[in-house]
């Protein structure tokens, strides 16, 4: 069974930094492209980063560009996304989700979110 | 403002077929596959459909995906209450190297 469980978030003030985690388990972790979704309060879903499965190349939304990166150890089956200048805008619900294995861009398995919020 | 055009709400009795629009472009639905995802009230989204108009495993064939051109549809028959929901369509884009969202439809069954 596919199981995504995000961790490291909670309250941070305007201009710090926090790091997420999701650990993965249930399938080939190296094998499959990585996401980071958020969602805003109340809003609609929001795509924030792609990690490839090996290469680890990486891409990123304009909104986050410069601030966040992830990464990810797949010897320990683990995605990361290190979050710095953070921004009351970047408070949200932030899922790490699996790609699907196809080009299509997709997500199959989404893990049940974490509260990032940011206030000072 | 979201990359993807969805309506911001649809309603339909039980029993009823309703469709659900996304409007895009020539970078995102134009030259790629589009994905849609329900996100019943408190929960993680869900992969309804993938790659235009394939069904994951365990989703019911009352769910179907469709495009044409830079459009996409997302039609839902035989509406049970259950399937009071948000939909969002998706799909990548290769002007921006990222995937875009529609701002999602909130599906009230009357």
């Known amino acids: 069974e596919v199981q995504l469980l995000e961790s490291g978030g909670g309250l941070v003030q305007p201009g710090g930094s926090l790091r997420l985690s999701c650990a993965a388990s249930?399938?080939?972790?190296?094998?499959?492209?990585m996401y980071w979704v958020r969602q805003a309060p109340g809003r609609g879903l929001q795509w924030v980063s792609f990690?490839?499965?090996?290469?680890?190349?990486?891409y990123y939304a304009d909104s986050v560009k410069g601030r966040f990166t992830t990464s990810r150890d797949n010897s320990k089956n683990t995605l990361y996304l290190q979050m710095n200048s953070l921004r009351a805008e970047d408070t949200a619900l932030y899922y790490c989700?699996?790609?699907?294995?196809?080009?299509?861009?997709?997500?199959?398995?989404w893990g049940q979110g974490i509260l990032v919020t940011v206030s000072s | 403002q979201s990359v993807l055009t969805q309506p911001p709400s649809a309603s339909a009795t039980p029993g009823q077929r309703v469709t659900l629009s996304c409007s895009g472009s020539?970078?995102?639905?134009?030259?790629?596959?589009v994905n849609w995802y329900q996100q019943l009230p408190g929960t993680a989204p869900k992969l309804l459909i993938y790659?235009?108009?394939q069904r994951p495993s365990g989703v019911p064939d009352r769910f179907s995906g469709s495009k044409s051109g830079t459009s996409a549809s997302l039609a839902i028959s035989g509406l049970q209450s259950g399937d009071e929901a948000d939909y969002y369509c998706?799909?990548?884009?290769?002007?921006?190297?990222?995937?875009?969202f529609g701002g999602g439809t909130k599906l009230t069954v009357l």
């Open positions: 989700a699996k790609g699907t294995g196809r080009s299509d861009a997709g997500f199959d398995y």
């Open positions: 249930g399938f080939t972790f190296s094998g499959y492209a």
């Open positions: 990690i490839a499965g090996s290469s680890g190349r990486t």
């Open positions: 020539s970078s995102n639905i134009g030259s790629n596959t």
């Open positions: 790659s235009d108009t």
């Open positions: 998706a799909a990548w884009d290769d002007s921006l190297n990222g995937v875009v």
